[in-house]
């Protein structure tokens, strides 16, 4: 199975690895069928932008890459345009993954979404196009069918 050497770079590189303190969101997403666990963090502005995305993952390398080039994205959008970070957008940013590790880049996408709602639901708005978060990726599964 062979990385892109973006992939690598964020795997033995990752960045915004940690937890924000006081965070305005957080969303904790795990795909049962392999054991990965993400947490992410978002601190968002009065202006509704998000000044900084930190997160923990539990998984393989892939998983990692995905939770940092994700956080990496999602940096300096509103909470509008963060929803347009899809797994497929993390996964063209890692220049792809092997397709037994595009789950990776669904708990990516997951993960970041059950910030948003965290957020949202703390603030009592409606992010337009933000569903209910999963905790299990898997039940999502068709959504990621290629």
Same mark, same amino acid.
């Given at each position: 199975?062979?990385? /892109?050497? @973006?992939? *690598?770079?964020?795997?033995m590189?990752?960045r +915004?690895? !940690? ?5 305005d969101?957080?969303?904790? %997403?795990? +795909?049962? @069928? #392999?054991?990965d ?7 968002i502005?009065?202006? !509704? ?17 995905? /939770? /940092? *080039?994700?956080?990496? *994205? =999602? @940096? !300096?959008?509103?909470? !509008?345009d963060?929803l $347009? ?15 037994? @590790?595009v789950?990776c /880049? #669904?708990l ?9 709602w965290?957020?949202? $639901?703390k +603030?009592? =708005?409606? =992010?337009e196009g933000l569903?209910?978060? %999963? ?6 599964e068709?959504?990621y069918?290629?």
């Amino acid at each position: 199975m062979l990385y /892109s050497e @973006k992939v *690598m770079d964020h795997f033995m590189n990752p960045r +915004n690895v !940690g937890e924000i303190e006081d965070p305005d969101g957080v969303g904790t %997403v795990g +795909n049962i @069928k #392999c054991g990965d666990i993400m947490k992410v963090y978002l601190k968002i502005t009065d202006n !509704g932008v998000v000044e900084d995305a930190k997160f923990k993952t539990f998984g393989c390398g892939a998983a990692v890459a995905t /939770s /940092s *080039m994700a956080t990496e *994205m =999602i @940096k !300096g959008k509103t909470v !509008g345009d963060a929803l $347009q970070i899809t797994n497929k957008a993390v996964m063209e940013a890692l220049d792809g993954l092997p397709p037994i @590790k595009v789950h990776c /880049s #669904c708990l990516a996408e997951e993960a970041l979404h059950a910030a948003l709602w965290d957020y949202a $639901q703390k +603030n009592h =708005i409606v =992010i337009e196009g933000l569903r209910e978060p %999963v905790n299990d990726v898997s039940e999502h599964e068709e959504l990621y069918a290629h």
